[in-house]
């Protein structure tokens, strides 16, 4: 990293960065990337220009970023005023499609971080005491979990002697220094200090420069790769570590985690996000070796999505780099029969347009802000499991195997799931296909249509329908996914054959001519295809199994339900899963889960499954509006009104002459905006209190509310703190008319415009418990507290308990 100084960029700079991001023509890459070079020497000589630089994306070749730092605002200004700029414009007009550029202020570049050390820590051990001594290690190895300044571990052993070194990484000499000088710290390492006083050495290593690490396990240690060692296990800051193993000894090597999830796609990666927010050890793994490719079906995330991914922090990047769906426009025989406008700004957000390929990389940058990463190329091939851990044997690519002890697994690993196989759990009835096949595309389309929407195309004979092209927008102008048919040469030989559901490689990819036809019949009269990119073939199946969970095995996303494709159900359904599943798998981990925390997540995101896939395949091949009411099928489409009520992990407790109104237990709870907090200068929402990994308690007092109850309500709150510590986060909810609190210890928040009291029908003093998950947990009118801890012990079990 340079200085500030070197960089210019220091508090208060004026040097500013351009990003321009284009997509070349096809086929026109290295013509681009010449004609860029030319007319970068022309800009280099523009006073003001500091550098230039000229990005690829491996994964997606033809997108760039030209990349220019400026001294100043002015300087780039002038520039754009100059000829020289037409260098640029002109060199690259003719041989791009798209472009969109931002300009920055640089206003910090920071020097990096202390380097990292290691810790290597020398120890001989009787003979005989080898496995306990390895057991000892993996213990100690859990344990460093959240140590600050920890990254990981490892334990090594030089083969034929009884020596054994213990590897440490630590972020710096300091950070080890301070965990050292504490004497809280032996409580962590008491099944090692047997060992240690026995004597041992200790020296300490400053990581001076290091190459990436593959991605099959750590690289080798300048601080030990003089001695031929074998690494018995390792662990890390999230907790993986790996169990002891020998030259001599018969045990295979394992590793253990608390979770094993199989499939990296979107459901998968929400998973592993929600288990790393709560500290909990994942290994998220994927058959795959390398990302897949562009052929995505997927295209909308939700609004429900978007309200998920504003918890998980990736609303902001996805509004970035997607684009927002205004509507529907349906079209039967070339007469438009509906328009609809998705335009409900009491909603946080609307409906997103966002390719599948573009979700993953967000969800995949977000893990690895916490930590996280995916291994890929390990290919699952047998699940079994006992009353504690599930036992999971995988290999590579090149055959190597390796046996995982998890206290969990979920298989988030689509329609073939291979963990849904090893639990004997098959679709209900079979998994349903439809009998044609469809050909998928990425491409250009002039026509006079308007921008944003989402179009649907049907040509109905005698009733029957015998034509439908998809068009759902993407960025770029005139830029559509398109879905229709396959050609009657693709659909004669598949008549003969057996296709499975999903892409299918047997056929050529389909040209730029067969969605001409396509076109020409369906759309309006005129329109023009251009710029293929990718194209495919692909079957549509559907189907749910009769369980989601199997004893510390469970299945989400794909691997649980299959959808077609109306609606863009799919995707946005498995990322839910995965959001419901994860917060209550971390509360097990970490012991505090009652007894029937987990089975809730069956009994919870099966029938939404169900209710999906039903709606789904009725309007597969309909024109969609099967609701009158529009608003309310918008709603229902973008699962907003999906609701647990009934579920045995919902409660609710109302007295005899309270109204039951408002969103009830197992609903969506509604954001609320205008809600002030003394010292704060702006008004907030309901979510900024709600987001997060803890249950949400809000208390809610008005002119009835009297100073007993207050000191009841503080005292409730007491409770539950001490009962289950940092489990719940509590808030005093205060209508303008309420009574002041005489020094309560809660934190309060003032309904000021009494926007709280309408959206929750609020008719006197209430509280609601809001789930991590954003689904109201549990509802008191009055506020009764004996239901409401009876409740809480039923989600955490007796409270302060011990990791499991």
């Excluded at 007009?93 to 472009?99: E, S, V």
Aim: charged share 25%; glycine share 10%.
């Amino acid at each position: 990293m340079t200085s500030p100084e070197t960089a210019g960029g220091g508090a208060g700079s004026d040097t500013v960065r351009t990003l321009l991001r284009m997509r070349a023509t096809a086929g026109r890459e290295h013509e681009f990337e010449n004609a860029w070079r030319k007319a970068a020497e022309v800009i280099s000589t523009v006073p003001g220009n500091i550098r230039q630089d000229l990005m690829r994306d491996p994964d997606l070749p033809r997108e760039y970023v030209i990349v220019a730092d400026w001294e100043s605002r002015a300087a780039l200004d002038a520039f754009g005023r100059s000829p020289r700029r037409d260098h640029l414009t002109t060199a690259l007009r003719d041989l791009r499609d798209d472009a969109d550029r931002h300009t920055y202020q640089i206003l910090q570049t920071l020097a990096g971080r202390e380097p990292a050390v290691r810790v290597l820590v020398t120890t001989t051990v009787p003979a005989g005491e080898e496995a306990v001594f390895e057991q000892a290690f993996l213990d100690v190895a859990a344990a460093m979990r959240g140590v600050p300044g920890h990254l990981r571990e490892e334990l090594l052993h030089e083969p034929g002697t009884p020596t054994y070194h213990l590897l440490a990484e630590w972020t710096s000499k300091a950070a080890f220094l301070d965990w050292v000088q504490d004497p809280r710290h032996t409580d962590r390492t008491r099944e090692l200090l047997p060992y240690l006083n026995r004597g041992f050495s200790r020296r300490v290593f400053t990581i001076a420069a290091r190459p990436p690490e593959p991605a099959a396990g750590p690289a080798p240690d300048p601080a030990t790769a003089a001695s031929p060692l074998t690494v018995i296990g390792a662990g890390n800051a999230a907790g993986n570590a790996a169990a002891p193993t020998a030259p001599g000894r018969r045990r295979e090597p394992r590793a253990t985690t608390d979770v094993l999830v199989v499939g990296a796609g979107p459901t998968g990666l929400t998973l592993a996000i929600e288990l790393a927010r709560r500290g909990v050890a994942c290994r998220l793994v994927d058959s795959n070796a390398k990302p897949p490719g562009r052929a995505d079906k997927a295209i909308g995330v939700h609004c429900r999505t978007m309200e998920i991914w504003e918890d998980m922090g990736l609303a902001r990047a996805a509004i970035d780099t997607g684009i927002w769906f205004n509507g529907q426009i349906v079209i039967v025989n070339g007469r438009q029969t509906h328009r609809v406008e998705w335009n409900h700004p009491e909603l946080p957000y609307a409906h997103l347009g966002l390719p599948q390929y573009e979700t993953e990389r967000l969800l995949v940058d977000r893990l690895s802000t916490l930590g996280g990463s995916i291994e890929r190329g390990l290919e699952l091939h047998t699940v079994t499991q006992d009353s504690a851990n599930v036992v999971a044997h995988l290999s590579t690519a090149d055959g190597a195997r390796e046996t995982v002890h998890a206290k969990y697994i979920v298989g988030c690993d689509g329609a073939h799931s291979v963990v849904r196989r090893e639990l004997g759990l098959s679709f209900n009835a079979g998994a349903g296909r439809f009998p044609q096949l469809f050909m998928l595309a990425d491409l250009d389309v002039d026509w006079a249509m308007p921008e944003g929407y989402l179009l649907r195309f049907m040509h109905m004979t005698d009733g029957e329908l015998d034509g439908m092209l998809v068009c759902v927008p993407l960025r770029g102008t005139g830029r559509y996914r398109m879905a229709t048919m396959a050609p009657p040469r693709v659909m004669a030989e598949a008549a003969r054959t057996e296709v499975p559901p999903g892409f299918t490689k047997e056929y050529e990819p389909p040209t730029l001519a067969d969605f001409q036809v396509a076109l020409d019949r369906l759309a309006p009269a005129g329109t023009t295809g251009r710029n293929l990119r990718w194209s495919s073939i692909f079957r549509i199946s559907h189907g749910i199994v009769d369980r989601y969970r199997v004893g510390r095995a469970f299945v989400a996303g794909d691997a649980a339900h299959l959808h077609p494709p109306a609606g863009g159900q799919g995707m946005n359904t498995g990322i839910q899963d995965a959001y419901n599943l994860g917060w209550k798998l971390a509360l097990a981990v970490n012991g505090h889960a009652g007894a029937g925390l987990l089975d809730s997540y069956e009994a919870e995101r099966r029938p939404a499954g169900q209710a999906v896939m039903d709606r789904a395949v009725r309007v597969a091949f309909t024109d969609e509006m099967d609701n009158a009411d529009e608003k309310a099928q918008f709603l229902e489409e973008m699962q907003l009104t999906l609701t647990y009520r009934g579920t045995p992990g919902v409660g609710e407790a109302l007295g005899w002459d309270a109204p039951d109104r408002g969103p009830a237990a197992g609903d969506r709870a509604p954001d609320v905006h205008g809600l002030t907090r003394r010292g704060v200068g702006h008004p907030m929402r309901l979510f900024e209190l709600t987001h997060g990994i803890s249950h949400t308690l809000l208390i809610y007092t008005d002119a009835s509310t009297t100073e007993e109850d207050l000191r009841g309500y503080e005292k409730t709150a007491g409770a539950i703190q001490h009962r289950f510590p940092e489990l719940v986060t509590i808030y005093l909810v205060r209508d303008p008319d309420a009574p002041r609190p005489p020094a309560v210890g809660l934190p309060v928040v003032y309904d000021t415009g009494r926007q709280w009291r309408a959206a929750y029908a609020a008719a006197g003093p209430c509280a609601y418990l809001i789930r991590p998950d954003g689904h109201v947990g549990f509802r008191t009118r009055p506020v009764l507290a004996g239901a409401l801890e009876d409740h809480l012990r039923a989600v955490f079990g007796d409270g302060r308990q011990s990791r499991e």
